[in-house]
């Protein structure tokens, strides 16, 4: 899906990690708290501009020794109450491109399956990002908020200006919004890109800690952060905004300690040198898909997606049709979609061969079509994907699901909300989504370049399809 404004969602707000030692009790980002689920801290006694200053100059050069990037120029601290920062969030929120972008993300969602009908998305944003904020760095004003109503210089707050820091590193010398443009068309290197960033800043979160912070501090962050959490409860959130919100924070840390070394990491992390250079060149040609940040040896043998182009499918739906979107869900959409309805990991099995995709969502007033065109690397890879989305569709719709066409390479279905054609071709797979079966079809021979008036449906049924709606 469009991964609608949620660049650093996760240091938005505190990143409230239940850090572990690297080594045989798991990684220590195994687990990321949503900040907006988690309860809100007690108000502090406000510190003085001073003595914040001088805390704030320590950690900035202690950050940058330890990262290896000097800092350009100074970053601007701006301190917002929590009234000015939600004010600042709905200002963007509100900015037209988005609003449009999360209206065709939620069209999108509900047409596939991965979110309800009636759920406001606009809402859950706002609340999903407004939840215990403690400081953010913004890539377009170069600003870096301080949030009041806590103390911003207990550990968990220290480490999250950290780790803000980080990011502004990263912008003064690789420019975040040329790795990922603020209105772009392809969602899945943008979430491939932030795994990137929020990687590197979750490792030199922990570097920061074993380097300057005590003992003491440290089991005072980690108590501070069980305080946090201990309201969790992800039942409340669709599956797809859990697992694209938690995918940098996990899936970063382990791409990077995979393409770097293990041996590298705890040097840094023993030492507090050498982390810098390292990830230097991961910045110069930085990873192109969640595939490359899920299997790392593709990122490293520069295995980039297949890239897709459609031809004009609003055509093929006739008068009043118009394409709204085009961009990429990724092998991570991909294992969701078949997740939201099995297990993950089914869907990891099913999506694991992914090699590119595309989707274009069209609308005509209130009705919407979605095409989704994915390759795969193998002819094996693509059947089973086939096999898990025929799956899908059982668990999705039960006894309400209708099979017009069923054969090894194509299956085609009437559901309560529309119809749906997906065909197998090779290596490729083509999903077609529409308000009715003749549309599918429609889009179907779109993909395929077949003439207009060669509808593939059994003779048994030609007398329903000329009925559908």
């Not at 950050?63 to 929590?82: C, I």
């Not at 706002?126 to 377009?140: A, H």
């Not at 993950?344 to 989704?372: I, Y």
């Not at 559901?415 to 997906?422: F, N």
């Amino acid at each position: 899906m469009k991964r609608v404004a949620v660049l650093f969602v996760g240091a938005l707000t505190a990143l409230l990690l239940l850090l572990a030692q690297v080594g045989n009790r798991g990684p220590w980002w195994a687990l990321v708290i949503p900040p907006a689920l988690a309860q809100t801290p007690q108000a502090t006694e406000p510190r003085s501009a001073q003595e914040l200053a001088l805390a704030f100059d320590s950690i900035t050069q202690r950050v940058t020794q330890l990262r290896g990037l000097p800092l350009l120029h100074e970053v601007p601290r701006v301190v917002l109450t929590p009234e000015q920062y939600r004010q600042r969030l709905l200002d963007e929120l509100n900015d037209p491109d988005t609003r449009q972008e999360i209206e065709s993300s939620r069209r999108l969602m509900v047409a596939l399956g991965l979110l309800s009908p009636d759920v406001d998305l606009y809402q859950l944003e706002v609340e999903f990002r407004t939840g215990v904020v403690l400081g953010q760095y913004d890539p377009d004003t170069k600003e870096l908020y301080v949030i009041t109503g806590h103390d911003p210089l207990a550990p968990m707050e220290r480490v999250t200006f950290a780790h803000e820091m980080t990011h502004a590193l990263q912008d003064q010398h690789y420019d975040i919004r040329t790795l990922m443009p603020k209105h772009s068309d392809n969602s899945d290197r943008d979430l491939a890109v932030s795994a990137l960033l929020e990687g590197d800043a979750l490792i030199m979160e922990e570097i920061f800690q074993r380097q300057a912070m005590t003992r003491a501090e440290r089991e005072e962050k980690q108590r501070q952060e069980r305080s946090l959490s201990s309201g969790l409860n992800l039942d409340q959130l669709p599956l797809v905004v859990v697992e694209e919100t938690y995918f940098p924070y996990v899936a970063g840390p382990r791409f990077i300690v995979n393409v770097v070394g293990q041996d590298a990491i705890r040097e840094a992390l023993d030492t507090g040198n050498g982390y810098g250079a390292r990830m230097d060149p991961l910045f110069r040609n930085p990873p192109r898909s969640s595939a490359q940040i899920l299997h790392p040896e593709k990122y490293l043998q520069g295995v980039e997606p297949i890239p897709v182009r459609f031809p004009d499918l609003a055509a093929a739906l006739g008068e009043g049709w118009q394409q709204v979107r085009k961009d990429v869900l990724g092998e991570i959409d991909h294992r969701i979609l078949i997740q939201q309805y099995s297990n993950r990991e089914t869907g990891e099995r099913a999506a694991q061969g992914w090699a590119g995709d595309a989707f274009a969502l069209l609308s005509n007033g209130p009705d919407v079509a979605v095409v989704v065109r994915s390759h795969w690397d193998t002819p094996a890879d693509a059947s089973k994907w086939l096999a898990a989305y025929t799956q899908l569709m059982r668990a999705r719709y039960g006894t309400r699901l209708e099979v017009v066409d069923q054969r090894e390479d194509r299956v085609a279905w009437r559901t309560p909300d529309g119809a749906q054609v997906l065909r197998l071709t090779g290596t490729i797979t083509d999903l077609a989504i529409a308000p009715s079966l003749p549309q599918a079809v429609a889009l179907e021979q779109a993909l395929s370049g077949a003439p207009r008036g060669a509808v593939r449906v059994p003779w048994a049924d030609l007398a329903r399809l000329l009925g559908a709606r």
